[in-house]
């Protein structure tokens, strides 16, 4: 059975840094690119970041660059969110998600995971 | 902030064809396939539809996506109870080199 396990959410001080990890099981994990998405508490999605099989490739949402990393570890089955200089408004839950690319080089994300909360309060 | 824009809600009786719009531009919708998820309350967002109209494994042919130049649209034939969900359009958008979402669709089952 495919599965994504998020973990590493918590509460955070305004400034502070958290690093949420995805646990991969059931497919081959270094043949797929990978996403974070993210939905504040009553409010829609909102993609965060993507990352490339081998890491050649990131991409990420104008709202977290230059304070989010993406990064992975296949010999791990593991997909990493670093989140420094946190805000009010990273408030979320933040789910990884398997990326799907069609000959098109259309995508689309399939499964997710259960989410972890991320709290940003002092 | 959203670029793909849907209606907040919508809304039906049961048997009832219930359809959702999804509102975008050339360097999403126009240039790239739309998709489709559902999330039911208190869970994780789950694909419904993929490349405009393709229905992964295990999803009912009640639900049906389609396209045209820079809007789409999901309709749901034969509405159900367990229908009761958030619904969201997706597509990669070439000028933000990122992934769209559209503001969200309660459908609710009267």
């Known amino acids: 059975e495919v599965q994504l396990v998020e973990s590493g959410g918590g509460l955070v001080q305004p400034g502070g840094s958290l690093r949420l990890s995805c646990a991969a099981s059931?497919?081959?994990?270094?043949?797929?690119?990978m996403n974070w998405v993210r939905q504040a508490p009553g409010k829609g999605l909102e993609w965060v970041s993507y990352?490339?099989?081998?890491?050649?490739?990131?991409y990420y949402a104008d709202s977290v660059k230059g304070r989010f990393t993406i990064s992975r570890d296949n010999a791990k089955n593991s997909l990493y969110l670093q989140m420094n200089s946190l805000r009010d408004e990273d408030t979320a839950v933040y789910y990884c998600?398997?990326?799907?690319?069609?000959?098109?080089?259309?995508?689309?994300?399939?499964?997710w995971g259960q989410g972890t909360l991320v709290t940003v309060s002092s | 902030q959203s670029v793909l824009t849907q209606p907040p809600s919508a809304s039906g009786t049961p048997g009832q064809r219930v359809t959702i719009s999804c509102s975008g531009s050339?360097?999403?919708?126009?240039?790239?396939?739309v998709n489709w998820y559902q999330q039911l309350p208190g869970t994780a967002p789950k694909l419904l539809i993929h490349?405009?109209?393709q229905r992964p494994s295990g999803v009912p042919d009640r639900f049906s996506g389609s396209k045209s130049g820079t809007s789409a649209s999901l309709a749901i034939s034969g509405l159900q109870s367990e229908d009761e969900a958030d619904y969201y359009c997706?597509?990669?958008?070439?000028?933000?080199?990122?992934?769209?979402f559209g503001t969200g669709t309660k459908v609710t089952v009267l």
């Open positions: 050339s360097s999403n919708i126009g240039s790239n396939t």
């Open positions: 997706a597509a990669w958008d070439d000028s933000l080199n990122g992934y769209v």
């Open positions: 998600a398997r990326d799907w690319v069609a000959v098109t080089g259309t995508h689309w994300f399939d499964p």
């Open positions: 990352i490339s099989s081998r890491s050649s490739t990131t």
């Open positions: 490349s405009n109209n």
């Open positions: 059931g497919f081959t994990f270094s043949s797929y690119s």
